[in-house]
């Protein structure tokens, strides 16, 4: 019985099927649908019991996309339960969700907006009126086009404008803001909105009783300015009153009102109150606004004097009294004394009594109306630099800095006002200050007071402060050759107290030479401490200071050629060293006696680069033919011609990061071409160990020399950044190669080899515009043997690598138009100190670090310093990103502290610092290239999203330190 049941089983089981091929039944499609949102909500909203609950379903509801096309019919059920509900917090939601769902994407909202506005017309509740006003200005301003909405909304708008709740009036002042206009309406059946405009509205609701409705229309006002939309100049008397509202917010707009007006009607002529005089209106408003950096709120404040530095049409007398606290005579014209004498003559001396108040003030003076405090424009500026807030008196310097830079007669008056503030007690006042008086050394010169307080701010501990400071000095002009003596003083005491000023030092006295050759030779002879009778000694080279003398003294007898006359024969020795030592900071001179190596102009300059382009171009256009070269003489053209490009970025520093780039890239290629030679792959044995270890280490080589091209130069195009990473793919092949032929099992290979043809297919996704310039290379050939790698067995993978890779051909460079390098130089440490910098072990000694970085992209996570220790240890630190400044476009400044620690040492030794950079494959410019969102990602490569390394960038400081035992 058993043997038949299996027999039985076995016949159930082992039938074949075969179905003929007219057989086949066509397939069925699938429609994949999702499930409505609108169907779930009305689930959820039915089974609430209660306010509450209906309340916990709509929030969370809001949490979820909803796409296009399911609004309609979301919105259609919230519209339904919205007439059903009776508590105010949940139409409150409804209301708020239609806006959200207004603003979908592909959803056209103008299908509810009749149902919103009949809710609007039927609802009782303040709060709720205002939401669905909300909700019917996001509707509008969705549908921008349609004018006849615009219309309907501003009369809706227009309708509840009379709401005792301020909430309602503020959104109706919202909406007529960003949708109305005072265009007249083509049909009849608005104009109702005709015979009274916009702005006429919005300036009805400027006297409101709430002070947040009030600064609600002065908003709605500015919103029809941004628009497009000119204001009337009628409403300035309004906006000038609000100036002194009882509210902070209405006064903050009353301001910007003011101010939009003046630049709107400038020239136009207002009356002075309580005066029969009439002032510009741009003087006006200058005078109101200058009053209000007087105001009680600092924010306030603050804005109204940033307003003044954009007010740049103003008279330049109500420009002047800023600067003076006297007051005016309110505004009113001064009599002349002709004139009052006149008016006393035809009055009579005294009164003779028959005539009521015959003697009584010709004009009558309201008390209401003199105001002590109301002082106009005097003072603004004076007010604002004593503000106790330290907003208001950066934003007064910095409105002076706006109208000096406009006004040169202004800046000299300010030039006092700007000098004392740089005894300000808080820091970023200081700098602002020294910053705005670099912005305007064009226009003054200083005096000797005015220079000895500038000067008083180099004792600041602040680095930032005094490299600000030195700054200054190098575009200010001075007046006197006593001047140029106290700046000397003071600068060389800066750089005795903070040796760390030393390149600051030197710069700023040679812009100072520069600027005054005139004032610096009558004390030549005093600086270089020459007599006419005598030989002095001749001072000492290493001494900064009097390094600091003779950058200031050369820079000057550039423009002055009877200077040198003065100089001593050790002066000329000096000239000479400093020349080839600080060639940024001294000259070419024309000395008496010596030949003067002619300096080509910029012509010549222009030529010697585009030479230099060309024989860059040809280079690059003779390695071509290496094809057609024996392998021998291919790799002796590549070390010329890589020899010749180094040598050219070194001459021609305009083409540095474009010959840099190209020799680093024909380095890979000639690592790739000596690992490819034709005696190391003909045996068909595994490698020797020498053989092999060559090979490996050119392959690491080309990988990291592949990343230094694609993060360390900038301006690179996609199409090199796709040469580079096809450069990436042979190395990663020639190493995969090496793997197979020296180690045995298939289980690790196979995994390579997954990793492989991996990204040999993100290869293609990211750089598929870039593949037709691929012809004949290693990855067009791969992406032809495509199918059979993806089949065929690893040892078979490995043998159709090794090949495609000795058959493929040279791919040729394209430059773009312009490629730099990025580069750093430590200025401090010097690591010229011969005396160690001594601590005790086990505790920290502070180095300070000063670099400069050229041409970084995000410096603050990308810059890292590295410390190697003589036992090898090596200490990576990351530095603050406050650490980093930027003087410039293109440019970086990196100054921070490195805190070193050790055991003790027997004996001084040197660690080297210098400045890393670090690159992520995952921020890599290929990994930008990301495919659709509708395309699979399951073939790009997870193992290059995790590649980290750093790259060296600067060149390695040496620095003495000596870690001493600790004593017990």
């Known amino acids: 019985m058993a043997a038949h049941l299996k027999k039985r089983v076995y016949e159930e089981f082992s039938k074949v099927v075969q179905i003929h091929q007219h057989e086949e039944l066509p397939a069925k499609k699938l429609r994949l649908t999702k499930p409505s949102k609108s169907a779930a909500l009305h689930i959820d909203l039915c089974k609430a019991s ?84 909300d909700t019917l200005l996001v509707i509008g301003t969705q549908l921008p086009e349609s004018q006849a909405l615009r219309l309907q909304l501003v009369e809706v708008a227009c309708k509840h404008l009379t709401d005792t709740y301020f909430g309602v009036r503020n959104k109706c002042l919202q909406l007529l803001g960003c949708l109305g206009s005072v265009e007249k309406p083509k049909s009849k059946e608005n104009e109702i909105v005709a015979v009274k405009d916009v702005l006429t509205i919005i300036s009805d609701y400027f006297g409101d009783q709430d002070p947040r409705v009030r600064t609600a229309a002065i908003k709605a006002m500015l919103q029809l300015h941004e628009r497009g939309i000119k204001l009337q100049q009628t409403i300035y008397s309004q906006a000038c009153r609000l100036l002194s509202d009882d509210y902070e917010q209405v006064r903050s707009a009353a301001v910007q009102m003011v101010w939009v007006l003046s630049q ?16 510009r209106l741009v003087d006006d408003s200058f005078g109101k606004i200058s009053h209000m950096v007087s105001d009680g709120s600092w924010v306030v404040r603050v804005q109204a004097a940033k307003l003044l530095g954009s007010m740049q049409q103003v008279s330049a007398h109500f420009l002047e009294q800023t600067l003076d606290k006297k007051l005016m005579s309110d505004l009113r014209r001064k009599r002349t004394a002709h004139e009052r004498a006149k008016e006393l003559y035809s009055s009579g001396e005294f009164s003779s009594g028959r005539k009521w108040a015959d003697d009584a003030p010709k004009e009558k003076v309201d008390t209401f109306s003199v105001n002590l405090i109301d002082s106009g424009a005097c003072g603004a500026f004076v007010h604002g630099l004593e503000d106790e807030m330290y907003e208001v008196r950066i934003a007064a310097v910095e409105a002076l800095c706006a109208l000096a830079q406009s006004s040169p007669s202004f800046a000299e008056k300010c030039l006092d006002f700007l000098v004392d503030m740089f005894n300000d007690e808080i820091e970023e006042v200081r700098l602002q200050s020294i910053h705005v008086l670099r912005q305007i050394s064009t226009h003054i010169t200083l005096r000797e007071d005015q220079l000895d307080t500038v000067l008083a701010v180099l004792e600041d501990s602040s680095r ?16 006197t050759k006593e001047c140029i003596q106290l700046a000397l003083v003071e600068l060389l005491k800066n750089l005795t107290k903070y040796p760390t000023d030393r390149n600051s030092v030197w710069k700023c006295l040679k812009f100072l030479g520069a600027r005054h050759p005139t004032l610096v030779l009558p004390i030549v002879p005093e600086l270089l401490s020459t007599h006419p009778y005598f030989d002095t000694p001749e001072p000492d080279m290493d001494d900064p200071a009097y390094i600091a003398v003779l950058v200031l003294v050369f820079n000057a007898a550039k423009s002055c050629p009877t200077m040198s006359a003065l100089f001593s024969d050790h002066t000329f020795r000096h000239y000479a060293y400093l020349r080839d030592s600080l ?15 002619c300096v080509s102009d910029s012509s010549g300059i222009a030529s010697s680069v585009e030479s230099s382009q060309q024989f860059l171009q040809e280079s690059l256009a003779r390695v071509c033919t290496i094809q057609h070269l024996e392998a021998q003489g291919a790799q002796d053209l590549l070390d010329f011609t890589i020899r010749d490009l180094k040598r050219l970025g070194e001459l021609q520093t305009e083409l540095a990061g474009a010959a840099d780039f190209s020799a680093t890239y024909l380095h890979c290629q000639l690592l790739l071409m000596k690992a490819l030679q034709e005696k190391l792959w003909n045996v068909a044995v595994p490698l020797y160990l020498k053989q092999n270890a060559m090979a490996s280490a050119a392959a690491r080589q080309i990988l990291e020399e592949t990343y230094k091209l694609e993060f360390l130069y900038g301006g690179l195009e996609n199409r090199q950044v796709a040469i580079i990473h096809h450069v990436r793919l042979q190395a990663k092949a020639l190493q995969l190669v090496l793997m197979a032929r020296t180690r045995r099992g298939v289980e690790p290979l196979l995994s390579v080899c997954e990793k492989f043809l991996q990204e040999v297919d993100a290869f293609q996704r990211c750089f598929a515009s870039e593949l037709p310039h691929f012809q004949d290379s290693f990855v067009e050939k791969l992406l032809e043997l495509m199918p059979r790698l993806v089949a065929c067995k690893p040892v078979d993978l490995v043998k159709i690598l090794q090949t495609t890779l000795r058959q493929s051909g040279f791919l040729h460079l394209k430059l773009p138009e312009q490629i730099h390098r990025a580069t750093a130089t430590i200025i401090e440490p010097t690591g010229e100190s011969d005396n160690p910098l001594r601590f005790t072990s086990g505790l920290v000694v502070a180095l300070d670090v000063d670099a400069t970085l050229e041409h970084v992209q995000d410096p603050q996570t990308s810059v890292k310093v590295q410390v190697l220790y003589p036992d090898g240890q090596a200490h990576v630190i990351h530095p603050k990103p406050g650490d980093f400044r930027k003087p410039g476009p293109g440019r970086h400044r990196l100054i921070t502290q490195v805190y070193l620690s050790h055991s003790a040492w027997t004996e001084p030794c040197q660690i080297e610092v210098r400045l890393l950079l670090a690159y992520s494959s995952s921020t890599s410019r290929a990994s930008a290239l990301k495919p659709a969102w509708n395309e699979s990602t399951e073939g790009l490569p997870s193992l290059d999203s995790s590649i980290e390394g750093t790259i060296p960038f600067s060149k390695p400081v040496k620095v003495f330190i000596m870690p001493k035992p600790t004593r017990r």
């Open 50 to 133: 209660n306010p509450t609950d209906a309340l916990q379903y709509l929030l969370h509801f809001a949490r979820k996309p909803v796409e296009a096309e399911s609004v309609e019919g979301v919105v259609r059920i919230l519209l339904e339960y919205y007439y059903k509900e009776t508590d105010s917090s949940v139409r409150l939601k409804i209301a708020s969700l239609l806006g959200l769902l207004s603003k979908t994407e592909g959803f056209s909202p103008d299908c509810i907006v009749d149902d919103a506005i009949n809710t609007l017309n039927n609802e009782k509740s303040h709060q709720v009126l205002a939401q669905l006003l």
């Open 264 to 279: 709107l009607y400038p020239e136009s002529i207002v009356p002075i109150p309580s005066s029969n005089e009439e002032i």
């Open 464 to 479: 930032d402060i005094r490299e600000a400071l030195h700054e200054l000095l190098c575009y200010t002009n001075v007046s």
């Open 583 to 597: 060639s940024h900071l001294v000259p070419q001179l024309r000395l008496p006696g010596r030949k003067l190596v």
